[in-house]
């Protein structure tokens, strides 16, 4: 199976940048998908960006024009930048993604990350 561990969580200032990163365990063979979402206290787990495996990508409303989800597949690492960062952007913040680390139809994975925190605030 593949895990994902994530970092680059922490404390900004609002209108700051943080750039997440998730980064797998073991080579990936293919990815299907890769989302990023984030749950503040008190509320449901929200959806915050999309990475299919052709490369298109979508993202909430809330996010849109600041954050960007990308892949870098020679280091089976999988990003969300965030920047502009607002104090309605604290949460916890995961990374989930879908492929195979191998070519049998068997060594399929959906996995997430253990969540890194991002704290907005003056």
């Known amino acids: 199976q593949v895990q994902l561990v994530e970092s680059g969580g922490g404390l900004v200032q609002p209108g700051g940048s943080l750039r997440l990163s998730c980064a797998a365990s073991r080579s990936i063979f293919s990815i299907n998908a890769v989302n990023w979402y984030r749950q503040a206290p008190g509320k449901e787990r929200e959806l915050v960006a999309t990475?299919?495996?052709?490369?298109?990508?979508n993202y909430a409303d809330s996010v849109k024009g600041r954050f960007t989800i990308s892949r870098d597949n020679a280091k089976n690492t999988v990003t969300l930048q965030m920047n502009s960062l607002k104090p309605e952007d604290t949460a916890v913040y995961y990374c989930?993604?879908?492929?195979?680390?191998?070519?049998?139809?068997?060594?399929?994975?959906?996995?997430w990350g253990q969540g890194t925190q991002v704290t907005v605030s003056s």
């Open positions: 989930n993604v879908q492929g195979k680390y191998g070519s049998l139809w068997y060594q399929r994975f959906d996995s």
């Open positions: 990475l299919s495996s052709g490369g298109s990508t």
